[in-house]
């Protein structure tokens, strides 16, 4: 599909302070970005057809440069903070005039129509001008796509300017160093310079809309992945990376509504996304085949090398990043659902790779710890390769998501308890991570009995089932599941040391209440209430 150039540029760019629009190249299909990225040179197909690029300097976001503008809107609605950063608008003004300037030199310029949410109730029309084929290739991926009737009369709600090859000047602009992604809710527009890396395009989106949802239409946004049975219940899965969001989500029984991005309305759940943006460490058919069969011609490969001599993709290398990554459109993965609009949840997972080998397997949250939980963000990462680094790490990310909440964590989790308690759903804590001891004593659960629990959790079969309630942590523990050895659900009986685990459960403890602090000034006396017990 190709829409008239000059037609649409006229009616459309000269508001943004552009002067040149022979160089516009709108709405262009995935065939021609691909043909225009490797006529740049910028790009290359693999063996199954996908185009792999290499996104430059950054090959992930970076939060530290990633700032808001700090105005009338904004100054007493974002909770500031470390990934919430301000930043004056006199330069964000600066800052838009350079990007003008720099769009206007370039030979050619992308511009896709494309908007979020699924649910047509709360369309977000978004507009994004890039200065790469690939970038605008990613947007055609994980946006939605309008009907080619819909572009005639299109209206961008907001708009997103990415420039990899901008460097800015920091003392000029405002900003840290060379690269900025900048997000102005007074121009409804986020402006992204000196890095290629198209997450965050994403996650601009993301941020404006966990802004949005909750404070305009009082929707609660999530960082999450979602699935629906084939009676209609909805599940939920929240998770940091690690932890196997998407492993656990992708489920052949069950539909997928979405694996990052969702919104909780009252009356469904909707995808804010029309694809997926899956990491590839690792990948193979044999663990992933929906993610390793969508890596096909449309699919863009970012920072993937390949095996000597050949256009083969190596998984398992990390020359360039461990944080590889493709995008691909919705309708790559064969059960997902479409459009990604589901039920109610009935159930809700909490999934923590608990390397310290505390947390139980599988355990049952009250509203008040669904908050705690939930604000709290929680998992560890297992010790890295450093000579003399044996104890594993904390990471705690509020709301499972941290980077991308504009608003205090205390809105998203008092949104969340209303919900979850006026549509009686249950929240279960899975721990994805280590039993019979921490990380370098004790063992990783083993898949298949996590993929039992969350099965029995599902299908209703622990409703009958006695629990007993952690001493220190107090949720509800089940003595039994089916599927599972009854003695690895309580983590306490798994370690050979007893005094051992006592002591490290109260460690963990003392971490979850010394990161709380920062929250408990934005909470109810019922979350406080929830935190464990020293």
Same mark, same amino acid.
Request: aromatic residues 10%; glycine residues 8%; charged residues 25%.
């Given at each position: 599909?190709?829409?008239?150039?000059?037609?649409?540029?006229?009616?459309?760019?000269?508001?943004?302070?552009?002067?040149?629009?022979?160089?516009?190249?709108?709405?262009?299909?995935?065939?021609?970005?691909?043909?225009?990225?490797?006529?740049?040179?910028?790009?290359?197909?693999?063996?199954?057809?996908?185009?792999?690029?290499?996104?430059?300097?950054?090959?992930?976001?970076?939060?530290?440069?990633?700032?808001?503008?700090?105005?009338?809107?904004?100054?007493?609605?974002?909770?500031?903070?470390?990934?919430?950063?301000?930043?004056?608008?006199?330069?964000?003004?600066?800052?838009?005039?350079?990007?003008?300037?720099?769009?206007?030199?370039?030979?050619?310029?992308?511009?896709?129509?494309?908007?979020?949410?699924?649910?047509?109730?709360?369309?977000?029309?978004?507009?994004?001008?890039?200065?790469?084929?690939?970038?605008?290739?990613?947007?055609?991926?994980?946006?939605?796509?309008?009907?080619?009737?819909?572009?005639?009369?299109?209206?961008?709600?907001?708009?997103?300017?990415?420039?990899?090859?901008?460097?800015?000047?920091?003392?000029?602009?405002?900003?840290?160093?060379?690269?900025?992604?900048? +997000? @102005?809710?007074?121009?409804?527009? /986020?402006?992204? =310079?000196?890095?290629?890396?198209? $997450?965050?395009?994403? %996650?601009? !989106? &993301?941020?404006?809309?966990?802004?949005?949802?909750?404070?305009?239409?009082?929707?609660?946004?999530?960082?999450?992945?979602?699935?629906?049975?084939?009676?209609?219940?909805?599940?939920?899965?929240?998770?940091?990376?690690?932890?196997?969001?998407?492993?656990?989500?992708?489920?052949?029984?069950?539909?997928?509504?979405?694996?990052?991005?969702?919104?909780?309305?009252?009356?469904?759940?909707?995808?804010?996304?029309?694809?997926?943006?899956?990491?590839?460490?690792?990948?193979?058919?044999?663990?992933?085949?929906?993610?390793?069969?969508?890596?096909?011609?449309?699919?863009?490969?970012?920072?993937?090398?390949?095996?000597?001599?050949?256009?083969?993709?190596?998984?398992?290398?990390?020359?360039?990043?461990?944080?590889?990554? +493709? @995008?691909?459109?919705?309708?790559? /993965?064969?059960? =997902?659902?479409?459009?990604?609009? $589901?039920?109610?949840? %009935?159930? !809700? &997972?909490?999934?923590?790779?608990?390397?310290?080998?505390?947390?139980?397997?599988?355990?049952?949250?009250?509203?008040?710890?669904?908050?705690?939980?939930?604000?709290?963000?929680?998992?560890?990462?297992?010790?890295?390769?450093?000579?003399?680094?044996?104890?594993?790490?904390?990471?705690?990310?509020?709301?499972?998501?941290?980077?991308?909440?504009?608003?205090?964590?205390?809105?998203?989790?008092?949104?969340?308890?209303?919900?979850?308690?006026?549509?009686?759903?249950?929240?279960?804590?899975?721990?994805?991570?280590?039993?019979?001891?921490?990380?370098?004593?004790?063992?990783?659960?083993?898949?298949?009995?996590?993929?039992?629990?969350?099965?029995?959790?599902?299908?209703?079969?622990?409703?009958?089932?006695?629990?007993?309630?952690?001493?220190?942590?107090?949720?509800?523990?089940? =003595?039994?599941?089916?599927?599972?050895?009854?003695?690895?659900?309580?983590?306490?009986?798994?370690?050979?040391?007893?005094?051992?685990?006592?002591?490290?459960?109260?460690?963990?403890?003392?971490?979850?209440?010394?990161?709380?602090?920062?929250?408990?000034?934005?909470?109810?006396?019922?979350?406080?209430?929830?935190?464990?017990?020293?």
């Amino acid at each position: 599909m190709s829409v008239p150039t000059i037609a649409f540029s006229k009616k459309a760019l000269f508001d943004l302070g552009l002067t040149s629009t022979e160089n516009i190249r709108y709405q262009s299909s995935p065939k021609e970005l691909i043909q225009d990225t490797l006529r740049m040179g910028e790009g290359v197909l693999s063996d199954t057809g996908a185009l792999v690029i290499k996104t430059g300097e950054f090959t992930g976001r970076s939060p530290k440069d990633k700032y808001t503008v700090k105005d009338d809107i904004t100054e007493k609605t974002v909770h500031w903070n470390e990934f919430n950063i301000p930043i004056e608008a006199k330069y964000f003004d600066i800052i838009h005039k350079e990007v003008i300037n720099y769009l206007d030199k370039l030979p050619d310029v992308w511009v896709r129509d494309s908007y979020a949410c699924a649910d047509p109730r709360y369309r977000l029309n978004i507009r994004v001008i890039t200065e790469k084929p690939w970038n605008n290739l990613f947007a055609y991926n994980m946006f939605l796509r309008p009907k080619e009737e819909e572009l005639e009369n299109f209206k961008p709600d907001w708009q997103v300017i990415s420039v990899p090859g901008l460097r800015l000047d920091p003392k000029k602009c405002g900003t840290r160093q060379h690269n900025a992604a900048v +997000v @102005s809710f007074k121009h409804k527009m /986020i402006i992204i =310079a000196g890095s290629g890396y198209t $997450g965050e395009t994403k %996650k601009g !989106i &993301f941020t404006i809309l966990n802004y949005i949802l909750p404070q305009e239409k009082n929707v609660l946004s999530m960082h999450c992945s979602a699935n629906m049975g084939a009676k209609g219940d909805t599940a939920i899965f929240f998770g940091l990376s690690g932890t196997g969001k998407t492993t656990l989500s992708a489920d052949p029984n069950r539909k997928l509504i979405g694996d990052d991005e969702h919104a909780w309305t009252d009356d469904n759940i909707f995808n804010f996304e029309g694809g997926c943006y899956a990491k590839t460490i690792g990948l193979t058919e044999e663990k992933e085949p929906e993610i390793y069969r969508a890596i096909r011609h449309g699919a863009l490969v970012e920072n993937v090398t390949f095996f000597p001599g050949s256009n083969k993709m190596n998984f398992e290398a990390s020359a360039i990043t461990e944080n590889t990554r +493709v @995008s691909y459109p919705l309708n790559f /993965i064969s059960n =997902a659902l479409e459009p990604s609009i $589901g039920n109610l949840p %009935k159930n !809700i &997972f909490f999934l923590t790779c608990d390397a310290f080998g505390v947390l139980p397997p599988i355990s049952k949250l009250s509203p008040g710890q669904t908050m705690y939980q939930f604000i709290s963000g929680y998992t560890a990462k297992v010790a890295g390769t450093e000579a003399g680094v044996t104890e594993p790490k904390s990471t705690f990310s509020a709301c499972f998501g941290a980077p991308f909440l504009p608003l205090h964590p205390g809105k998203y989790a008092q949104m969340l308890g209303d919900k979850m308690m006026k549509n009686n759903v249950n929240v279960w804590m899975i721990n994805t991570g280590w039993t019979g001891g921490p990380y370098g004593v004790g063992s990783r659960m083993k898949l298949k009995y996590t993929r039992a629990m969350i099965t029995a959790a599902l299908e209703g079969k622990l409703s009958m089932i006695e629990f007993d309630t952690h001493p220190v942590f107090g949720m509800a523990v089940p =003595a039994e599941c089916p599927g599972v050895p009854s003695e690895i659900l309580n983590p306490r009986n798994t370690w050979a040391d007893k005094t051992a685990y006592d002591e490290k459960a109260k460690y963990l403890a003392s971490l979850f209440i010394k990161n709380f602090e920062k929250y408990k000034d934005g909470v109810s006396k019922e979350v406080l209430a929830a935190a464990p017990r020293l």
